[in-house]
């Protein structure tokens, strides 16, 4: 009889930027988010990356991730388990066309912390003064908004991270925002 479970799991390797840790912040993190072209993933740490790795990166960072993927038939769901993580610098591509260079390198985002104490203290505001501020400059297409996990600023959120400057704010008011918009993306943006 061939046991089910062997045949489920694989080795799996992404490449991503670090959105956040996820998990009791009073203790180290079990899990992290990370943004890769195929969407967001939620990686769980092996014992030894979860000491070696608290704290260390910052929203934005590229991260080159190996370890274990499960997949799950009963719930349908791919479980990964990060065994390896190591800081890279994204792949340029070696021949670029005339049409991208004038583009920006990087798609332009701003990051708005989302947890509990950050929403409290205004960031749906803020996300919504920045959401005003793109669709009125028709900007939507160069500019994205991602709603973030807690910033480790709690008491003086809302915290809003502009990229890719990783400029970070805090205590920002929605009246703010077009001047923080402008500063960074009106040069990239018009």
């Known amino acids: 009889m061939v046991n089910q479970k062997k045949e489920t799991q ?3 390797s992404l490449e991503g930027q670090f959105v956040a840790f996820v998990g009791d912040f009073g203790k180290q993190p079990k899990r992290i988010r990370v943004e890769t072209s195929d969407g967001e993933h939620y990686i769980k740490l092996s014992k030894e990356l979860r000491s070696s790795l608290f704290r260390v ?3 934005g960072n590229w991260l080159q991730i190996s370890g274990k993927q499960k997949y799950k038939k009963k719930t349908g769901k791919l ?9 890279i610098v994204p792949v340029q591509q070696k021949s670029v066309s005339p049409s991208k260079i004038t583009g920006p390198k990087t ?3 701003v990051m708005v912390c989302q947890k509990s104490s950050c929403r ?3 960031g749906s ?3 919504q003064s920045v959401a005003n501020y793109l669709r009125d400059r028709g900007w939507e297409n160069q500019v994205t908004i991602k709603g973030t996990g807690c910033m480790k600023q709690c008491k003086k959120g809302p915290c809003v991270v502009f990229m890719p400057d990783k400029c970070r704010y805090i205590n920002v008011d929605p ?3 077009p001047t923080l918009m402008e500063k960074h993306f009106v040069a990239k943006c018009s």
Do not use: Y
């Not at 479980?79 to 800081?87: E, H, N, R, Y």
């Open 125 to 127: 505001k803020v996300s």
């Open 10 to 12: 694989s080795r799996f």
């Open 57 to 59: 990166w910052e929203p």
């Open 79 to 87: 479980k990964l388990k990060a065994d390896q993580i190591t800081s």
């Open 107 to 109: 798609k332009a985002c």
């Open 175 to 177: 009246k703010q925002v």
């Open 120 to 122: 409290k203290r205004g």
